[in-house]
T-cell receptor, first 113, second 113 residues
Framework: KAGVTQTPRYLIKTRGQQVTLSCSPI?????VSWYQQTPGQGLQFLFE???????NKGNFPGRFSGRQFSNSRSEMNVSTLELGDSALYLC????????????FGNGTRLTVT | GDSVTQMEGPVTLSEEAFLTINCTYT??????LFWYVQYPGEGLQLLLK?????DKGSNKGFEATYRKETTSFHLEKGSVQVSDSAVYFC????????????FGKGTSLLVTP
């Protein structure tokens, strides 16, 4: 069974630009979550989608948004990029959300210059 | 709100040494507890979990017991290998947070031959 796939692996953007990250969950998984990992703040929850609906949201500004498609694939968008948005963005999928174990992708490394 | 505290390391051990990584938590509800491991350049992998008090999670020689009385979930392994070198994250999730994972800062482990 293929794991969680995130594309691209690396991105370099300039301040003020916007970026879209993509995540394909494990087949059959309907919940997709996104996390931001930085050396200073560690791992922080961004949001979770289940059956195309945002079910949970972390404490991030509105510049961070996401969506989920009918095939459970998910995208995350960050607008008006700031230097502090440089991070590893991790996507995780699970069968039903709740306390189901999360399966993480290898992440997208975003660098904002 | 919920929080997880773990020793930050780095922890350096010789091969075959005994490993303990301490993790304590604060939660208002009845959380599930997890240990995730991150190898260089990769995403997070679930190592083990426990969903209620006194449960013991185990995998690949690692163990952790959910101790409600001390609000702890310490990770142990009797004999570490060089291949165990990685960053280990303690995490919790519960209904109050919509089951989003709340991570500790991570503990870097280096095992030398």
């Amino acid at each position: 069974k293929a794991g969680v796939t995130q594309t691209p692996r690396y991105l370099i953007k300039t301040r003020g630009q916007q970026v879209t990250l993509s995540c394909s969950p494990i087949s059959g998984h309907r919940s997709v979550s996104w996390y931001q990992q930085t050396p200073g703040q560690g791992l922080q929850f961004l949001f979770e989608y289940f059956s195309e609906t945002q079910r949970n949201k972390g404490n991030f500004p509105g510049r961070f948004s996401g969506r989920q498609f009918s095939n459970s694939r998910s995208e995350m968008n960050v607008s008006t990029l700031e230097l502090g948005d440089s991070a590893l963005y991790l996507c995780a999928s699970s069968q039903g959300g709740g306390a189901s174990p999360l399966h993480f992708g290898n992440g997208t490394r975003l660098t904002v210059t | 709100g919920d929080s997880v505290t773990q020793m930050e390391g780095p922890v350096t051990l010789s091969e075959e040494a005994f490993l303990t990584i301490n993790c304590t938590y604060t939660a208002t509800g009845y959380p599930s507890l997890f240990w995730y491991v991150q190898y260089p350049g990769e995403g997070l992998q679930l190592l083990l979990k426990a969903t209620k008090a006194d449960d013991k999670g185990s995998n690949k020689g690692f163990e952790a017991t959910y101790r409600k009385e001390t609000t702890s979930f310490h990770l142990e392994k009797g004999s570490v290998q060089v291949s165990d070198s990685a960053v280990y994250f303690c995490a919790l999730s519960d209904l109050d947070s919509g089951y989003a994972l709340n991570f500790g800062k991570g503990t870097s482990l280096l095992v030398t031959p």
